[in-house]
């Protein structure tokens, strides 16, 4: 293939940017190019700086703080402006090994997938607490469960991703895209792979993990909110079921007592059915429209998708672009 372009989105990462950069390759076998871009999230340091320092190709400056998913996907379509046939996205932190670069573009470069996730040596990362191994696992089944893909290590962001594949990729979470574009992929039938890569060593604290109990509360809402965007029928309706089941017991109960002449007295057992049936019907007519917005949606990025092909045929790359 002709180019690739390695994306570092960076907040605040002067102290971990240059050794990050130090261990990024400029050649990789398949590729005539290998050209570096950070994303530059709304930095109050000396991170961009640090980067034309070190040789950076291109740099993206958001205004302000957008967070990990928009920096992100800025850099997807920079990256996709500049003329890029397979986007690989790591940490400023130098967390993931670099000399696995060549391994995770393997699987692109044999044709077989579009999308190839790093899978890390999750147990063997001795700065990982048992809760975080534990929410990792769990992050991986859930999107599993949801996209109908495997992939070892969801959350990982350390990932390589096909032209044709980035084209159609919209985030929607403003927090991380890691989960989410997994589901995409496997939502609109795009081949995804896992593959083995190495780690190093922790350089500082996550930023997207601040205190576990904030970790653990904004993952539970970050699987909620996937659940209710790409499954809506099926979230809704299971709650539907939920609110219906205990309606049914109640009404049982009433039947129950009224055939034995007793029904005068539990008149509450069949409002409390009452209202809870009509909670069910609320639920299901709320899965309904909610599976109607999906289509509408759905649409909607087949339309961003055109329009994004039709735009890069005309913009030309830039040292310093905005996004």
Request: net charge neutral; glycine share 8%.
């Amino acid at each position: 293939m002709h180019k690739l372009i390695i994306q570092i989105p960076c907040l605040n990462e002067e102290a971990t940017l240059a050794i990050t950069l130090a261990d990024l390759p400029r050649a990789v076998p398949g590729f005539e190019q290998v050209e570096w871009l950070v994303i530059d999230d709304g930095s109050t340091d000396r991170t961009v700086e640090v980067a034309r320092q070190n040789g950076v190709d291109h740099i993206v400056s958001l205004p302000t703080n957008q967070g990990l998913a928009r920096a992100f996907m800025a850099g997807i379509e920079t990256s996709l402006r500049l003329g890029a046939d397979v986007i690989v996205n790591t940490d400023a932190d130098n967390q993931y090994d670099a000399r696995s670069i060549p391994d995770l573009v393997a699987p692109i470069l044999a044709r077989d997938a579009l999308i190839v996730v790093g899978a890390r040596p999750i147990e063997q990362i001795a700065h990982f607490s048992r809760l975080k191994k534990l929410l990792q696992r769990l992050g991986s089944w859930v999107v599993k469960q949801a996209s109908g893909t495997v992939v070892a290590d969801a959350p990982s962001g350390f990932r390589a991703i096909h032209r044709d594949a980035a084209l159609r990729m919209n985030v929607f979470n403003s927090y991380t895209y890691t989960l989410e574009t997994i589901i995409q992929a496997g939502r609109n039938d795009i081949p995804i792979a896992s593959v083995q890569i190495g780690v190093n060593g922790d350089l500082r604290p996550s930023r997207l993990v601040k205190n576990i109990g904030s970790y653990v509360a904004r993952s539970i809402l970050t699987v909620l909110r996937i659940f209710v965007l790409y499954k809506p029928l099926r979230f809704f309706l299971g709650l539907a079921a939920l609110a219906a089941l205990p309606a049914m017991i109640v009404f049982v109960r009433f039947l129950y007592h009224f055939a034995i002449g007793e029904g005068a007295g539990n008149i509450q057992s069949l409002v409390l059915g009452a209202g809870l049936l009509a909670v069910s019907g609320v639920l299901a007519m709320g899965g309904i429209l909610a599976d109607l917005i999906a289509t509408n949606r759905r649409l909607l990025e087949e339309f961003r998708e055109r329009q994004l092909r039709a735009e890069l045929q005309y913009v030309a790359p830039s040292r310093e672009l905005a996004p």
